[in-house]
């Protein structure tokens, strides 16, 4: 549905080139949420910005539903954008309209005969749960309600994308989650395509299906998000992915369970969708005479599935866990043997 053709933007400054987005090429699929991470200087903002061409491209294409934006002449463009919503960081509401005329205001700039009009804001009032508040001024909300508007008023227009630059970093936790409901309902309701900007990886984990990571105006890495999650290949990734796994914070604990003996190994399994809801431990138990001590675990939820890591000591005969972690990984589930820990 959007395709990304070797999209760069290179700004020139007194001082120095940037390039803050560098020969970028992504396909996204209709009705998917895909998420961008990356730290601060990464790109992100550049590169959302051109998708709608808030800035222009220095190089490449984005393609929407097979109509090139790059090559649209100002009026035409105009059009196009109705077709692109976005939401901000700051939500950017006209702060001396209401809650109401806020949502109303693109359907008076696409000449949206008023009673339409009316049907249409009731409705995304209802959508996105502000009702009882359209009289409100922005100043009168919470940051989660600004947000709420934000959705609404990019949403009037119907559009096929839904352009998230940051959409929750000004909100607190409990705030953010109500947001990221909000949307993951909206794309299940409308089938709406969502990429979303973001430098927080719980963001990536609780809504995106697909993942780009960007490191220096790059992708470095992109593809389902349970597989970064699970296998992360750049060292950029495999930081954001650290930050969300209180584990890797906790490895120093495991290494006493570590000795040179071989009846006692330390692994580390790690389970993918289905598998984290399996009673392997026991069905290893009962199988293998085996004692299993279970040091550290967790499993965590992601759009497409949970995954888990678990850390277990295995202690028999030499043999016998040989036999036992060859088991498991025929039973699907990936077994890392832990002789040191860095
Ligand atoms: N208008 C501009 N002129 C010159 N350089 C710019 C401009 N906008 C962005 N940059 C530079 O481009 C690079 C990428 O910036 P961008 O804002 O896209 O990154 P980001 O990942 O969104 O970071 P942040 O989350 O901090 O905004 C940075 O080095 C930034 O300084």
């Not at 309902?185 to 395509?193: A, F, V």
């Not at 470095?220 to 796994?245: C, M, N, W, Y």
């Not at 967790?298 to 036999?323: C, D, F, H, R």
Request: charge should be neutral.
């Amino acid at each position: 549905m959007i395709s990304i053709k070797g999209l760069s933007k290179l700004y020139k400054t007194k001082h120095q080139d940037v390039k803050a987005v560098d020969n970028v090429s992504l396909d996204i699929k209709k009705g998917e949420i895909y998420g961008v991470i990356g730290y601060s200087g990464a790109g992100k903002s550049t590169f959302i910005r051109l998708i709608n061409r808030l800035e222009e491209p220095s190089n490449g294409e984005v393609l929407i539903n097979d109509t090139n934006i790059t090559g649209l002449s100002v009026g035409k463009l105009r059009k196009e954008r109705q077709k692109i919503g976005m939401i901000f960081q700051h939500f950017n509401l006209l702060w001396s309209r209401t809650v109401y005329d806020n949502i109303a205001f693109p359907l008076e700039i696409a000449g949206v005969p008023s009673r339409e009009r009316r049907d249409t804001v009731l409705e995304l009032i209802e959508l996105v749960g502000l009702k009882g508040r359209e009289q409100a001024y922005p100043s009168q909300l919470s940051g989660g309600q600004k947000q709420r508007v934000g959705i609404a008023r990019a949403l009037a227009n119907d559009p096929d994308v839904l352009l998230c630059d940051e959409a929750t970093s000004a909100l607190d936790p409990e705030t953010t989650d109500d947001i990221l409901d909000l949307l993951v309902s909206i794309n299940e309701k409308l089938n709406l395509t969502i990429i979303m900007i973001t430098h927080e990886m719980h963001v990536i984990q609780k809504i995106c299906h697909r993942v780009a990571v960007m490191d220096q105006g790059k992708v470095v890495e992109h593809g389902d998000v349970l597989d970064v999650f699970v296998k992360p290949q750049s060292k950029t990734a495999k930081r954001f992915v650290q930050q969300l796994s209180p584990l890797e914070h906790k490895q120093d604990t495991l290494h006493r369970f570590i000795t040179k003996d071989e009846n006692s190994e330390v692994v580390k399994l790690h389970f993918i969708g289905n598998d984290a809801k399996r009673a392997l431990i026991t069905d290893v138990i009962k199988r293998f005479d085996i004692e299993v001590n279970i040091l550290q675990g967790s499993i965590s939820p992601t759009q497409e599935g949970a995954y888990g890591t678990l850390y277990v000591e295995l202690k028999g005969a030499a043999n016998t866990i040989q036999e036992t972690t060859q088991y498991i990984r025929t039973s699907g589930v990936e077994v890392e043997v832990i002789r040191d820990v860095t």
